[in-house]
């Protein structure tokens, strides 16, 4: 059975640093993976997927990159700002089945 | 505007009552999906459904029905059997589950207090 987990669950850092978010994942044989965002009492936001046959995405100041092989994705955010500040998900769909999420990891940007 | 609506915002339940919690999509998507919020436990699959008129059980779906009688709609039903039913319930979709490009939108959710 698939099994996701991020680590840290939360972080927190200064405005304008660059940070990982990281994730794996126990079953490498995946279809894609997708990377959220959720603000608190809301709705998660796709951020990013990354299909099996790629390595990486980018939009604006987020990179995801995947490495199926050992079972690891991570998030580059570059420049954080405080509107960052927000719970980051990552999921995986392995086959005809729905996603399996991780926790999340909860960031907060500190102006 | 495309996206997924989720109605009511927020929700109140007496206790033994059922309750229904909307979900609709525009997206043309074949799958829809509910999930359960719970602090500190991250998300859990209830119902999912891949196309109209077929649906399957989640991780926990005791104490939940579901119907997708439409494409758009894939409204869930909290009975009197769900002894918790306190919490954040999020619909989302997907063109259909087996395809890598398959790219999984939600709504906004609706949270459900038992009073």
């Known amino acids: 059975k698939q099994e996701v987990t991020q680590i840290p669950a939360a972080l927190s850092v200064p405005e304008g640093e660059n940070l990982v978010l990281n994730c794996s994942f126990t079953?490498?044989?995946?279809?894609?993976l997708q990377w959220f965002r959720q603000d608190p009492g809301k709705g998660l936001t796709s951020l990013l997927l990354?299909?099996?046959?790629?390595r990486e995405q980018t939009s604006g100041r987020l990179n995801a990159s995947l490495d199926k092989s050992s079972g690891r994705s991570t998030l580059y955010i570059a420049a954080s700002q405080p509107g960052d500040s927000a719970t980051y998900l990552c999921?995986?769909?392995?086959?005809?089945?729905?996603?399996?999420f991780g926790k999340g990891t909860r960031l907060s940007v500190i102006a | 505007d495309g996206g997924i609506t989720q109605s009511p915002k927020y929700l109140f339940r007496k206790e033994g009552q059922n309750v229904t919690l909307s979900c609709e999509q525009n997206?043309?998507?074949?799958?829809m999906y509910w999930y359960r919020q719970d602090p500190g436990q991250g998300l859990r699959l209830i119902y999912y459904?891949?196309?109209?008129?077929?649906?399957q059980k989640g991780d926990i779906a005791e104490g939940y029905s579901v119907s997708r009688e439409k494409k758009e709609s894939f409204p869930l039903t909290v009975t009197s059997a769900q002894k918790n039913p306190t919490a954040f319930y999020l619909c989302?979709?997907?063109?259909?589950?087996?395809?890598?490009?398959?790219?999984?939108?939600f709504g906004p959710g609706t949270r459900l207090t038992v009073l």
């Open positions: 997206l043309n998507h074949d799958a």
């Open positions: 999921a995986v769909r392995s086959g005809n089945t729905p996603l399996v």
């Open positions: 989302a979709s997907s063109i259909s589950s087996g395809h890598s490009y398959n790219e999984q939108f």
């Open positions: 990354i299909q099996s046959s790629q």
């Open positions: 459904s891949q196309i109209v008129n077929d649906f």
């Open positions: 079953d490498s044989a995946i279809y894609n």
